[in-house]
């Protein structure tokens, strides 16, 4: 046990890496009580404006940590680890925080600053489980994400939007149970909730148990929750189709990410650099196959883009766990490149998305006719879709081809057949994907609709659009910035 | 100057494109400027021609440049080039797409459906086959290979047919399984090769002419021959050339894999199909030349009996299904698939002759298929109707109509003094030689492939029979239909693609002195190298 002096001492060290957290916590307090001290008509006209500069402050926050991290620190006892992964992956939801401000902009008015402070703790949660280096932290950092999600998912103060909370309440809950139960078989194995320490990694390397196969299973159950991968996927199309559309862009993104990272971690911990009995790709793969080709299949099925955009989400899942199944430093690398180009692709369909919602656009059917009355935004709606689909010349494409060749590289390498199969069919299911990927586009140019929609309000809208794809085509065909940054990053425990 | 013709040749559209689009929607400058562009490239081939020389082998006017160059730590270097190259392959395709794309600018000229979008997209197909027949890059041709769906697909289901979102949507389909199974091998060819001249780390680059050279097979490899890896017992090589095979074979379009392309073209409006058939299929053969027999000549050596076999099926099949079409557009469609298969049967011999004539046929086909598209393009403005069992007797009412479609069929079915002739018989005498010379494939698959030339001459002889001669009679549902003959604007399109049907069928000098530097040593490589990665893989 620590002393009093030596506990102080941690947190004084602590806290100056801790600066972008810190930021968020401060921006949680303000928009709370700016709910409280602003009166209605202040708060509508400049609530909006001040999660902006707030978020952008937490941005700027991660930027100058990313400047100054270059390798792992521990902080707060070792109960975070401050790396260079961390630090990226909270650059990708700072990012995403801001564009969720920025897709919220003049819309859902009520409480908008109960909003935004929700918002904002979500964003801390996923700060501290990218961080995590211990289960309690873990538990408690998804705890973090998860309650401010259940609450935004009720944002659109419907009927169905309560049922649709209330799901992902009673999902939630019982998958952090689950995990919570695997936390503590896994503390009766090893002694330690520090799985990133030498004791958890002597203790898992003399104890390959079934009984430490149940115990791994029942956390990754918790994780695979949040990635909203399949077995655990069944809650997303539901919360999707209730919350409010700049939330559903910040729940396909943040959380997924989060736990994604948090599960590579995890993964490293119990890998023990390859000398695992348990062959825990195996797992991972079949995870992954699954949940592409669940998610694809289910998503040809739809007929609410929000729902379809939900399957999409868990097969985007899978993709990215592909990235994460190999473990080594490229295959990862390019999981964090793939990870960024599907945010920025995510926001601009959840943009248009939104946008087309509140012009009383609900359904596919209703998009029929859109590409002529608003051509801009049906094209850059396009490009989006477009770059989740990964055809060129979008980085979608890009990402895809590099998450590939990695687990190519790996095959290679071992010879393994399983790798292979993950490749043939992880690529195939991009087919299936741009069947319903281009259900809205075949809606909106190839079908004349009867409705006609007016294209006024949408130059804001159409201006974000259009930087989002300018980013996407910029990425592919100028990578070598990114993958320089991403270069940087190590993967070490 | 002519360091840059071949940008110039991709760019132009696109600049183009731009135009129209910022244009004001609603005026008719979307096709000047379509055609415009259409000339000017027109131009730049002029240009083209007096540069490349043509006593020379290898890629000539090249151009390269840095695209991507990424340090991937353990792995070395990856490079993408903006690389584009002509040679004795591509030239003759480059001509046939900037002729054809005139030749369809003006065959759209009276679009109505939103004239703007229409002509933008043409611009942007226009650049991206141009580029596709031009790059010499892996990843270059497959982002131009991949960019031609989009506009195709909102070309087909925008200003198609009645069943135009089903026919868009099926093309789209197959069009990106094949070039997903493509995607596969790119991604395996760039992790088992590296550049030829690297020094130090290892760079994976995507040209075309490094992953050629088989000195460049990093051992250890899933490619290496040497370490000889297999998957559920067949060679992982012999694997990538089935995947690329299949994924160019959707593109030519071979039977079985065929079924898209007759719903594509008869749902597509004239000018779609023209450059559908004309130039979209001829991707599939180039791809087979390029990419599929180059890179991996020890499985094409083993597997060239299966090729040639599925060629055979593809002319018998295709003639028979053209036979028993009722709608004139599918009996062409068909008739596309049949000719196809001799493209297929070419390559397969991999005998001088025969790849030459392989080429041979991709040109003349192409000029061929787009006078049988405007012809049926021009019957169907005029009645909206389709049918053959709705015509007889046309000979008298469309004098001129008629003579342009004796010419088309006859052009089409193989009769000397005809491009086509010139092609086929090439074809059949690589097939023919190929067992003496390399033992590829036997001479049977000549002998049963000269079976889709009578029946090339049945279904059309039939047609003829059936719509032109007789008395006049047109079963019309709608009644006040006038079948004016030919007009000025239809005999530009139609009289350059008879004259120059007619000119590569009696001089075929015009086009060999291109092909054949490329047919020899495209021969000489895939059997040479062949050779020697066979011996590697049994010593």
């Known amino acids: 046990m620590l002393g009093t002096n030596e506990k102080l001492e941690w947190i004084q060290l602590s806290l100056k890496y801790f600066l972008p957290e810190l930021v968020l916590v401060g921006a949680f307090l303000i928009l709370l009580l700016s709910s409280l001290v602003l009166n209605k008509g202040h708060q509508k006209k400049s609530i909006d404006w001040i999660a902006l500069l707030l978020l952008m402050a937490t941005l700027m926050a991660s930027v100058i940590s990313w400047n100054q991290t270059t390798a792992n620190i521990p902080l707060f006892s070792g109960m975070l680890t401050q790396s260079t992964f961390a630090v990226y992956l909270k650059l990708l939801f700072d990012v995403a925080g801001v564009l969720t401000v920025l897709l919220s902009w003049k819309a859902y008015e009520y409480r908008k600053a109960e909003y935004y402070a929700l918002v904002t703790c979500a964003l801390l949660g996923a700060h501290v489980l990218v961080m995590s280096s211990n289960l309690i932290m873990v538990f408690l950092a998804i705890e973090l994400i998860s309650l401010p999600s259940y609450l935004l998912t009720a944002f659109v103060f419907s009927k169905k939007s309560m049922e649709g909370a209330l799901k992902y309440f009673l999902f939630g809950s019982v998958a952090s149970a689950i995990m919570l139960y695997g936390m503590s078989l896994l503390y009766g194995i090893t002694h330690t909730f520090d799985f990133t320490s030498e004791v958890f990694a002597k203790a898992i390397y003399y104890q390959q148990t079934p009984f430490f196969f149940i115990s791994v299973c029942l956390i990754l159950a918790g994780l695979l929750f949040k990635i909203a991968s399949t077995p655990m996927h069944p809650w997303a199309p539901d919360v999707y189709e209730a919350a409010p559309s700049p939330i559903v862009a910040f729940f396909s993104v943040v959380p997924k990410l989060a736990g994604i990272g948090i599960l590579v971690l995890f993964c490293l911990a119990i890998d023990l650099k390859g000398n695992s009995s348990i062959r825990w790709y195996i797992v991972l793969s079949l995870i992954a196959i699954l949940t592409l080709s669940i998610g694809n299949f289910a998503a040809l099925l739809q007929k609410n883009p929000k729902r379809m955009m939900a399957y999409s989400s868990i097969a985007q899942a899978g993709i990215l766990l592909i990235g994460a199944i190999t473990l080594t430093n490229q295959g990862l690398q390019f999981m964090l490149f793939y990870a960024t180009v599907f945010l920025l692709a995510n926001y601009l369909v959840f943009l248009y998305i939104g946008h087309f919602e509140r012009k009383s656009i609900v359904d596919m059917e209703s998009y029929a006719g859109i590409g002529k009355s608003n051509a801009a935004s049906s094209i850059l709606l396009l490009v989006g879709l477009i770059s989740l689909t990964g055809l060129p010349p979008t980085a979608g494409f890009l990402a895809k081809v590099f998450v590939f060749s990695s687990l190519w590289n790996s095959y290679e390498i071992s010879g393994q057949g399983l790798y292979l199969v993950v490749f043939v069919v992880g690529l195939l299911n991009t087919v299936v994907s741009l069947f319903f990927y281009l259900k809205i586009p075949y809606q909106s140019f190839l079908k004349n609709g009867s409705n006609t929609v007016p294209s006024e309000n949408s130059w804001g809208v159409n201006l974000l659009g259009f930087l989002l794809v300018i980013t996407l085509l910029g990425l592919f065909f100028l990578p070598s910035g990114l993958m320089g940054w991403l270069n940087r990053i190590t993967f070490a425990l | ?539």
């Open chain 2, 1 to 539: 100057m002519h360091e840059y013709l071949l940008s110039l040749l991709i760019f132009l559209p696109l600049i183009g494109a731009l135009i129209v689009l910022v244009l004001p929607a609603g005026t008719f400058y979307g096709r000047s400027i379509a055609l415009l562009i259409a000339l000017l490239q027109g131009l730049v081939f002029i240009f083209i021609l007096a540069a490349y020389d043509t006593s020379l082998t290898g890629l000539q006017l090249a151009e390269r440049a840095r695209w991507i160059s990424l340090a991937m730590g353990t792995w070395g270097e990856v490079r993408a080039d903006y690389f584009v190259a002509l040679d004795g392959l591509s030239l003759p395709l480059v001509g046939l797409s900037v002729f054809i794309f005139i030749i369809a600018t003006i065959s759209s000229w009276k679009v109505e459906k939103s004239r703007k979008g229409y002509f933008a997209l043409l611009l942007v197909l226009n650049a991206a086959v141009m580029g596709t027949f031009c790059a010499q890059d892996f990843l270059l041709f497959y982002l131009f290979f991949e960019f031609m769906l989009l506009p195709m697909f909102f070309l087909i289901g925008i200003w198609g047919g009645a069943r135009r979102e089903y026919a868009s949507i099926k093309f789209f389909l197959y069009t990106l399984l094949g070039s997903i199974l493509i995607l596969i091998v790119m991604i395996a060819l760039l992790l088992s090769t590296k550049s030829s001249n690297d020094t130090g780390t290892v760079v994976h680059s995507f040209s075309i002419t490094d992953m050629t050279n088989s000195a460049n097979i990093l051992s250890q490899s899933v490619l290496d021959p040497q370490r000889g890896l297999e998957l559920f017992g067949i060679s992982v090589r012999v694997w990538a050339f089935i995947f690329l095979f299949i994924g160019f074979g959707i593109k030519l379009p071979m039977v079985p894999l065929h079924t898209w392309l007759p719903d594509a073209h008869v749902e597509a409006p004239t000018a779609i199909s023209v450059l559908l058939a004309a130039l979209l299929l001829k991707i599939g053969g180039y791809g087979l030349l390029r990419i599929t027999y180059p890179l991996f000549p020890d499985a094409a050596m083993q597997l060239s009996w299966l090729v040639a076999l599925f060629g055979v099926i593809s002319i018998i099949y295709g003639a028979l299904a053209a036979m028993a079409s009722k709608d004139l557009k599918r009996l062409i469609a068909y008739s596309s698939v049949s000719h196809m298969g001799f493209v297929l049967l070419g390559v397969a011999s991999v005998t001088t002759e025969g790849a030459a004539g392989a080429v041979y046929q991709m040109v003349s086909h192409g000029v061929i298929s787009a006078m049988l598209f405007l012809l049926v393009g021009v019957l169907y403005d005029r009645t909206h109707d389709r049918m053959i069992e709705n015509y007889s007797g046309l000979s008298s009412k469309m004098p001129v109509y008629f003579s342009y479609t004796l010419l088309a069929f006859f052009a089409s079915l193989g009769l000397p003094g005809f491009s086509g002739f010139m092609a086929e018989v090439m074809v059949f005498l690589g097939a023919f030689k190929s067992n003496g010379v390399n033992g590829l494939i036997h001479e049977s698959f000549a002998i049963v492939a000269t079976l889709g030339l009578v029946l090339g001459a049945a279904y059309y002889l039939w047609t003829l029979q059936r719509m032109f001669f007789g008395k006049y009679h047109f079963k019309s549902s709608t009644e006040n239909t006038s079948l004016v003959d030919l007009d000025q604007r239809e005999i530009l399109m139609l009289l350059p693609l008879a004259l120059i049907t007619i000119a590569f069928g009696i001089f075929p000098q015009l086009l060999l002195n291109f092909i054949n530097p490329f047919a020899d040593s495209f021969t000489e490589t895939v059997l040479q190298t062949g050779k020697a990665i066979q011996a590697i893989i049994r010593p």
